[in-house]
């Protein structure tokens, strides 16, 4: 079993700051990528930022605000969002490729995601 469980999201003004983490936990052998993806309400899920190595990117409207980053040792990843704004205001979704054996490929697996609402 393979669990990603996000944590961290809430309610903060415009301007504001918010870190969100992603643990993932069960029976895993290796981790590749590891993305956040948010849906705000009557939207598609959107991609937000990716980390694979020491390499990120993120989707051009949080470039500047938006920082992903990995703990490979807790098997966790961030997004350290600032300057946010009500265009922000989504469910945040963790997503990661796993490996659960050595002789495994690599599946996608999706956390239950975390609200953030920016607003005044």
């Known amino acids: 079993q393979v669990q990603l469980v996000e944590s961290g999201g809430g309610l903060v003004q415009p301007g504001g700051s918010l870190r969100l983490s992603c643990l993932t936990s069960?029976?895993?052998?290796?981790?590749?990528?590891m993305r956040w993806y948010r849906q705000a309400p009557g939207k598609e899920r959107e991609w937000v930022a990716s980390?694979?190595?020491?390499?990120?990117n993120y989707v051009d409207s949080v470039k500047g605000r938006f920082t992903i980053s990995r703990d490979a040792v807790k098997n966790t990843v961030y997004l350290q969002m600032n300057n946010l704004t009500p265009e922000d205001t989504a469910v945040y979704y963790c997503?990661?490729?796993?490996?659960?054996?050595?002789?495994?490929?690599?599946?996608?697996?999706w956390g239950q995601g975390t609200q953030v609402t920016v607003s005044s």
């Open positions: 069960g029976s895993i052998f290796s981790i590749n990528g």
């Open positions: 997503n990661a490729d796993i490996k659960r054996r050595m002789i495994d490929g690599y599946s996608k697996y």
């Open positions: 980390i694979s190595g020491s390499s990120t």
